[in-house]
């Protein structure tokens, strides 16, 4: 079957190119897809393009579209177990987290349904003869590009705005993880979306990818992935100066003082950064721990992150799984290397796992770095990987000084029992999200996105509605009369 969804038609790449998934657990076939080159890309983003300025969808009420999304969210729970199964082959991870991830899609999906995009507000003008109002727009054609660590998940927080606020977009999920963006492609035709309002390209970022933030016809790109290329998207984009999202990942600190419950910041510290062999962006890798208790906290986590077992997508035993590609691997492998020729001190992993089953994956045993320092490389760059680094510190200015020297402000969490301290650092921590005496929870309803270079802009929340509408002011003077600023032919002037 074609894989590529343009102008609401199921086609193949122009030229006719494939691309074989395989699962990076086992290295299992999954699928053979279309691999979109920029012509295909194109092709999709005229056809966004005329859905916006000659369609329906922009200037559908929004009940209508908010009845859509509705429809969406039930359909994502009525295919859960297809859904959970296609995310974990693509990304290896397992069953029950892909399942956690399918019951946020559908919510997100939900959340944006309910949150009116047409609203506007009326401005005083001062002048009785005047009505000015401020009205909400749809920015555009929306290009929209995501990473293959939570495919669906991210780009069900891009379709779902961009669809509620009336927009047409060209979905372009990462290479490596095409599979949930078909179904949610197919659920969306299912559905009842027009023609060339959501449009789906599959292929490698340079050539497939690259066109929705050069493009002129692209209003608004959103893209989420790593740093450079975050970097390069935004360069493309300046020159025909579109409006511009961007969530970068991060290296995010975990700030342990010594009054916290110890054993619950124990545990989510292993959750913090082994949750996805650390392959997300708000990765608790930086473990910041007060020194008075350093060496006893790092010693039980260093035990219990040596009895993490890992395994495929469908084994019931595993608690964690593996990395997305030999490439991602090796990056991992190598930082671990730098970070020890740098004098951080390995206290587990740093290798692939022994076990029998798992040589044909790309796994990667949990690995702790110790007697780390915020100057040093492996504290510095994001591994992306089941790797923590561990600083200390004494006192609250210390910590805070150490978790804000970074160029990055994604996240991080605060462990401690003094409710009075907690909110103290975290008002001076640089991060879009902290959280207190927890990691990694997060709401539809709150703002994601980050400080820094952590990205640019929110997802989520009614802000990640926001960077999807444009606003207009619209001003009308109910009785026109002459301005009389200029000489009127009676009054003089040659
Ligand atoms: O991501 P890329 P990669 C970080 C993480 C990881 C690093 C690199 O540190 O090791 O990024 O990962 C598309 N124009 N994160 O190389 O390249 C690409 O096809 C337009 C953090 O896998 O950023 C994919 O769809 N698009 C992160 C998407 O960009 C381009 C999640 C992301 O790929 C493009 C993943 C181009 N020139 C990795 N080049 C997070 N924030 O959660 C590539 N793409």
Redesign the pocket.
Known sequence: MPTLFIDGQWIRAAAGGTREIRCPADQSFVAIVDEAGAIDTVAAIDAARRAFDTGDWPATPFTARAALLHRVADQIEASSVEISRAESLDTGKRLVESEYDVVDVARCFRYFAGLSASGGRVVDTGNPGAISRVVQEPVGVC?L??????PLL?ASWKVAPALAAGNTFVL?????TPSTSIILMRILQECGLPAGVGNLVL????T???????HPNIDL?S????????R??MA?AAATVKKVAL????KNPNIVFADADRAAALDNALTAVFLHSG????AGARLIIEESIRDEFVDDLVRRANRIVLGGPFDPLAQAGTL??RA?RD??DAYVEAGIAEGAVLRCGGRAPDDLGLDAGWFYRPTVLDRCHSSMGCVQ?????PVLTVETFRGEDEAVAIANDTIYG?AGAIWTSDASRAQRVAGRLRLGTVWINDYHPYLPQAEWGGFKQ??VGRELGPTGLGEYVELKHIYQNVNPAPSGWFATDETGGD
């Open positions: 290009g590009i995501t990473p293959w660590n939570y991210q372009k999920p990462s290479e490596l292929g490698a970022g340079a497939a990818g690259a066109p929705l933030a050069e790109v893209f989420t992935g790593g740093l450079v290329t975050g390069r998207v493309a969530e970068l990942g991060g392959q997300v962006c708000s997305i590609s991602h990056k991992v760059d994001e591994s992306f990987g994604l952590s990205g």
